[in-house]
């Protein structure tokens, strides 16, 4: 008797002890605020080189940590970049694209599988409260984003982010920031709207007179009108006039402007305050850039630098060296892991993307390749490989006159020097054949394994369709 009752007693200090040493490791864990401005071009940042003064605090931040040089998302699109990020897998693999319209006219999209582990899954898993603050729409809760948050919000609150963060200061938190105001009809309020094209005098209105044409006044909800508004905008733009196409850019850093002086400072100042700034890892990111007729184009509707670059900064003093700067490609589904790895946690479900720790910490050289596609409303289907200076892109909406007779495979294809060619304009696909083979053969073959590994984890997949609230933030988006 008394010996089953030693046994009993070691058992409870046993789990007791174990608590114990739980507790304390999580108490040793960095917070981690995910910051994701929706459409930034890395580019546009000072950090990254920009000659505005568009991002001091962005900037502040990368000065503090690391700034990777030459991330690249996974999808020109929202909803599957997104889900990239927070999965560390390409979008042929958790299948997770843009709502699309089925043959009723009704808006549904496929839910992540549950077999697919989310960072916030993980997170939760290890003793995180995860609470997330977004615009919602294209990283609506109900697909897969809101899995395992505590709160997830649609209404780009950022001031109900702060107060959450004043209010929580005890709990070892995972935050996910997520906001649509560098999204176009880029309207930014006075004085943003006009600081960096100030004498224009064309036909676009500022931003208080856009609104005011629909009723609307400055500080009012835009909710339900955003599609006007998107609507509106482009239609006083003339793409063809040189001042307008300027002053479109000078808007969109406007609001790049809006976002870091406003929003991004709002958050930090808020960390600072409550004396956890320190101890919050903070991985600010985008889902994609935004192109300005570089290749033809408005909007992200391409996978060309000026889409798929985007920015990627970490700080976290004491772990993270102050202004590190990795060159090499990397990619945002490593994201994921990078975190992880930083608060030492194991992953759950196998990944595609790796940790980037030893790039910061020891300069080893990955050796990545960087898969995108934009398979949305596919066709046509386009979907490129980048790997040293080589940049090989396979687009079926081009058709290329160069071509061998009956090569029906090289019709769409074209091959870029990135490192002599940093616009992606000089087309060496018909002098550089070989290299493109063998980029076209590793592409194909990333290609075959995202496909076996969507058999093995995400095949069966739900269809959601979207409520009213849900279309109408989609349509405040021009979709």
Known sequence: MKSRFKKVVLFIVLIVLGCGRSELALKDKPNLLLISIDTLRSDRLGCYGYLSNTSPNIDKIAEEGVIFENTFSASCKTTPSHMSIMTGLYPRVHNVYMWETNEQGIYQGKVLSENIATLADILKENGYTNVAFTGGANVAGKIGFGRSFEIYREDSDTS?????????????????????????????????????????????????????????????????????????????????????????????????????????????????????????LIVLTSDHGEEFLEHGRLRHNSIYREVIQVPLIMRLPGTLPEGKRVKQLVRTIDIMPTILDLLDIPGKTPVQGVSLLPAV??????????????????????????YGPWFYLMDQRRVRTDCAPGDTSSNFASLFNTARDRGETDDLAASHARIADRLKTRM?????????????????????TMDNEDIERLKALGY
């Not at 073959?445 to 739900?462: F, G, P, T, V, Y």
């Open 444 to 464: 194909s073959a990333l290609r075959i394994n995202c496909s076996r590994m969507h058999e093995e984890q995400a095949a069966e997949q739900k269809i959601m």
């Open 361 to 386: 910490f020891e300069d080893e050289n990955l050796d990545l390749a960087v898969y995108a596609d934009f398979n949305d409303y596919s066709p046509p289907f386009i979907e490129s490989i980048r």
């Open 160 to 280: 109900a982010a702060c107060r959450w963060l004043e209010d929580n200061t005890d709990q070892r938190f995972f935050l996910f920031y997520h906001t649509y105001y560098t999204h176009d009809p880029y309207l930014s309020p006075d004085p943003y709207d006009k600081k960096y094209d100030p004498f224009y005098s064309g036909e676009i209105p500022r931003s208080k007179v856009l609104l005011q044409e629909l009723g609307l006044q400055v500080g009012d909800s835009w909710y339900g009108r955003w599609e006007e508004l998107h609507r509106l905008f482009w239609s006083k733009v003339n793409v063809n006039d040189p001042q307008d196409m300027r002053h479109v850019n000078a808007l969109y850093d406007g609001s790049i402007d809006y976002v870091d002086t406003t929003l991004i400072k709002k958050l930090i100042d808020t960390l600072r305050s409550e004396g956890i700034l320190d101890k919050t």
